[in-house]
């Protein structure tokens, strides 16, 4: 056993996350704890009429991935593929797994962006992941991502208070409209790259 950084509770030796917090304890956040900040942060942005966009980051051809790669090398590639996301994102934003079926996902929650700055996040993000040599970690040395996105606005106004979601709603709402902008710019036959990028 190990103790956690954060809360200071047991964790497993071969645990990557902390079962009391939810806390990383690899550097990246889970699910429990993305699902958490996306409803604070789309609380925050609709009170103080700031701008919040979310974008998920999935990691194309996952199928073949999985295939070629033992699963050792597939975690060790989605591990450095976490870095190389942190490396690519500002400071203030934060990076997680998300728990899904199907091809891994991502999720960056970005404080204070619009559409156009999730656009240009998504953008670097892309040029980052598709630079970047991953063959330390097994036979792919190139890897590309999709992404899309989803933005409130700052202009966004409630019809009134009743009108106020809850955190729950918010995530919901936040993650399935980024599903729906990654699954339309598959559909439409575009380049995986692009974000599409919806506004409440």
């Given at each position: 056993?190990?103790?956690?950084?954060?809360?200071?509770?047991?964790?497993?030796?071969?645990?990557?996350?902390?079962?009391?917090?939810?806390?990383?304890?690899?550097?990246?956040?889970?699910?429990?704890?993305?699902?958490?900040?996306v409803?604070?942060?789309?609380?925050?942005?609709?009170?103080?009429?700031?701008?919040?966009?979310?974008?998920?980051?999935?990691?194309?051809?996952?199928?073949h991935?999985?295939?070629?790669?033992?699963?050792?090398?597939?975690?060790?590639?989605?591990?450095?593929?976490?870095?190389?996301?942190?490396?690519?994102?500002?400071?203030?934003?934060t990076?997680?797994?998300?728990?899904?079926?199907?091809?891994?996902?991502?999720?960056?929650?970005?404080?204070?962006?619009?559409?156009?700055?999730?656009?240009?996040?998504?953008?670097?993000?892309?040029?980052?992941?598709?630079?970047?040599?991953?063959?330390?970690?097994?036979?792919?040395?190139?890897?590309?991502?999709?992404?899309?996105?989803?933005?409130?606005?700052?202009?966004?106004?409630?019809?009134?208070?009743?009108?106020?979601?809850?955190?729950?709603?918010?995530?919901?709402?936040?993650?399935?409209?980024?599903?729906?902008?990654?699954?339309?710019?598959?559909?439409?036959?575009?380049?995986?790259?692009?974000?599409?990028?919806?506004?409440?």
């Amino acid at each position: 056993m190990t103790t956690c950084w954060y809360c200071s509770s047991e964790v497993p030796e071969t645990s990557q996350y902390c079962p009391s917090c939810g806390h990383s304890q690899t550097g990246i956040w889970n699910s429990k704890f993305v699902n958490a900040l996306v409803g604070q942060e789309a609380n925050r942005a609709v009170r103080y009429h700031r701008p919040l966009s979310v974008l998920l980051i999935e990691l194309d051809h996952a199928e073949h991935i999985h295939k070629e790669l033992e699963q050792i090398q597939v975690e060790g590639l989605l591990r450095e593929m976490a870095e190389r996301l942190g490396q690519a994102i500002r400071d203030t934003d934060t990076v997680g797994f998300l728990d899904a079926d199907g091809p891994p996902h991502f999720a960056i929650v970005l404080p204070e962006t619009d559409e156009q700055g999730a656009a240009l996040a998504a953008d670097k993000i892309r040029r980052s992941i598709a630079s970047h040599d991953f063959g330390t970690t097994g036979a792919w040395k190139r890897i590309t991502v999709s992404g899309g996105a989803a933005t409130i606005d700052a202009g966004y106004r409630p019809a009134d208070e009743a009108g106020l979601m809850n955190r729950r709603e918010y995530t919901g709402n936040l993650l399935r409209e980024a599903y729906q902008a990654l699954d339309s710019g598959r559909s439409a036959g575009t380049n995986r790259t692009t974000v599409g990028a919806y506004r409440r």
